[in-house]
Nanobody, 133 residues
Framework: QVRLVESGGGLVEAGASLRLSCIVS???????????MGWFRQAPGKEREFVGG??????????GDSVKGRFTLYRDNGNDKITLYLQMNSLKPEDTAVYYC?????????????????????WGQGTQVTVSS
């Protein structure tokens, strides 16, 4: 069973940076890294919002409009372990939310559904990011 665990959230001031991490467990074998992955966030009283998505190949990374130019996704598949990172720079109070890591077995549908939360079968428990003004 695939398990995702996020870390790295916290309380920061506007303009600061944070890096979130998502460690994947429960995958093994030759194709352990064939996971499409993404980050979503949800603020109180709001719908879950797409932040960024990356296919298993690592190319064609997509970002939500509100974070383009400030946030960067990258992943590390070393040592038979997948870690997905979200580097967040120039944070704003409106970035305050619970951030969730998501994943799904690699699928061509990712190309058109990367920003659809329903596409992802696996979710982490979330990590809180709070940005003060």
């Amino acid at each position: 069973q695939v398990r995702l665990v996020e870390s790295g959230g916290g309380l920061v001031e506007a303009g600061a940076s944070l890096r979130l991490s998502c460690i994947v467990s429960g995958r093994s074998g030759e194709h352990f890294n064939l996971l499409d992955m993404g980050w979503f966030r949800q603020a109180p009283g709001k719908e879950r919002e797409f932040v960024g998505g990356m296919p298993f190949s690592g190319d064609r990374i997509a970002y939500g409009d509100s974070v383009k130019g400030r946030f960067t996704l990258y992943r590390d598949n070393g040592n038979d372990k997948i870690t997905l990172y979200l580097q967040m720079n120039s944070l704003k109070p409106e970035d305050t939310a619970v951030y969730y890591c998501a994943a799904n077995s690699a699928n061509w549908a990712f190309r058109t559904r990367y920003d659809d939360s329903q596409y992802y079968a696996y979710w982490g428990q979330g990590t809180q990011v709070t940005v003060s003004s």
